[in-house]
């Protein structure tokens, strides 16, 4: 069970991580989609959420 939370939590690391670059991405452009913007951040809040939770799990 232990194994299987760790590769649950580093899937959302890496998830988190990709949003985070996208986000950056996206905010360097001429014209920033400030709606693509929202989104991202939501799912990366939605992201970390999980990771907390599943990080209580592994405590």
Partial sequence: MTEKLEKHLNALKSKHAALDAAIV???????VDTMKVQDLKKQKLAVKQEMEEVEKELA
């Fill in 25 to 31: 991405e996206e905010e360097a452009r001429p014209y």
